[in-house]
């Protein structure tokens, strides 16, 4: 009987049972870290040049399974003919391609508006802190607070990388994003967190804080894809993208999940360390999101599988001008634009620095703002805002 019982248990069911011990221990991120690419059903994986820094060897076990022609079960995923925009480019090469343009540019970083032009390939690291070209992983693990189209049962596969090029003065994960709170990791490693999150019934990859790392995510993402990755990929980012960068993610993300934080330029040269040009530059980038993932329209099952996100925090003293972008996104966006109206500010790190963004939003604020959104006729609101305020 004994016996019997242990040869029904295959390895997803010892991977779910680990990962739920881990979580009730606290250690999902342990966990994650350790997952590598399941060599067993795969393909060879796609080589990725190596860099000086990238000591991880390439995988070279034999595939059993040709997954470009084999139907992948995929835990997360409810609807079976669903595949990734970044699967076709991988068969077809272009994923890596597209990678080590991207690669290239970090010779003189301009990955993201601040156009630093630092030498990543030779270890320099710019505004946003990045170690050269090495990738700094915080932490992976399904997250249940992000919005409830990526939630669904399973979680949203979380993976929160570390550093970031606009360093609010009010993040609350300024530990991660401005500490450098992380461990380096190889693309080999980011791909195998990828894995694990799907493997453990997660509906999407979820990547906080993207922008600085685009180029190792894509080589991650071909290994992945290689190897049987089939979630849609959500670029989790503040809003401020270069347009060319972007164009080079045409095909790739699935879900684009942008911050859209300020109307105004002084207020983001004040509060983001001199990012005038965010107004502009997110503006720019959310219409390109648009025009590359459309609508966000969830499955019959609530899951969002592609599509663009909007989100906005609302802040105290209507510092981030949340009517203003309210009325910008009406005018030239869908009315059934998804948009998250936040209102979980929190004064943390240096907010207290400044008075008038140095207390949460009342009750009165975030009505405002949604009473405004919905006179303009938006009509796909996220309005948990008022549940989060009530607690
Ligand atoms: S990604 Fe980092 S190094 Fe590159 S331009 Fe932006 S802030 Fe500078």
Redesign the pocket.
């Known amino acids: 009987m004994k016996a019997h019982f242990l040869r029904r248990i295959t390895r997803r069911d010892f991977l779910k049972y680990t990962a739920d011990l881990c979580f009730k221990l606290g250690l999902s991120s342990i966990f994650l870290y350790s997952c590598k690419p399941d060599a067993s059903i795969t393909e060879t994986p796609t080589p990725v040049k190596k860099s000086s820094m990238d000591r991880t060897p390439t995988p070279t076990k034999k595939p059993s399974i040709d997954v470009t022609t084999t139907p992948v079960r995929t835990p997360g995923i409810t609807g079976s003919d669903f595949e990734p925009a970044y699967v076709k480019l991988h068969r077809t090469g272009e994923l890596k391609e597209r990678a080590e343009e991207l690669w290239a540019i ?1 010779e003189s ?4 508006p ?3 032009g ?1 030498n ?1 390939l030779e270890g320099k ?4 802190g ?1 170690p050269g070209a090495t990738l700094v992983v915080a932490a992976a693990h399904p997250h249940f607070g992000e919005e409830r189209p990526l939630v669904g049962n399973g979680g949203s596969g979380t993976i929160f990388l570390t550093h970031c ?1 606009l360093r609010c003065v009010f993040c609350q994960n300024w530990e991660i994003s401005q500490l450098g709170r992380g461990i380096k990791r190889t693309s080999d490693e980011l791909a195998g967190m990828m894995l694990g999150l799907q493997e453990i019934g997660c509906h999407n990859i979820n990547l906080v804080t993207p ?2 790392y685009s180029a190792l995510i894509l080589k991650a993402l071909d290994i992945a894809a290689a190897t049987g990755l089939r979630l849609p990929i959500v670029y989790n980012t503040s809003g401020w993208e270069r347009l060319e960068i972007l164009k080079l993610l045409d095909g790739i993300v699935d879900i684009y999940l942008p911050d859209f934080k300020y109307w105004d330029s002084d207020m983001s040269a004040k509060y983001s360390s001199g990012a005038d040009s965010y107004p502009e530059i997110t503006r720019e980038a959310i219409l390109e999101m648009h025009r590359q993932v459309g609508v966000a329209k969830p499955t019959e099952d609530g899951i969002m599988q592609r599509g663009l996100m909007i989100r906005h925090l609302v802040m105290p003293n209507n510092t981030g001008g949340s009517e203003k972008i309210m009325e910008w996104i009406a005018e030239n966006l869908p009315e059934d634009t998804y948009v998250n109206i936040m209102a979980q500010y929190n004064p943390v790190h240096k907010a207290y620095d400044y008075p008038e963004i140095s207390r949460r939003i009342t009750g009165e604020e975030y009505e405002e703002v949604v009473k405004r959104a919905i006179e303009l006729g938006l009509t796909n609101l996220d309005i948990q805002g008022y549940w989060w305020l009530q607690r």
């Open positions: 970090m970083c301009q990955l993201c601040r156009r630093c630092v990543r690291s710019g505004f946003c990045a090029n922008t600085h």
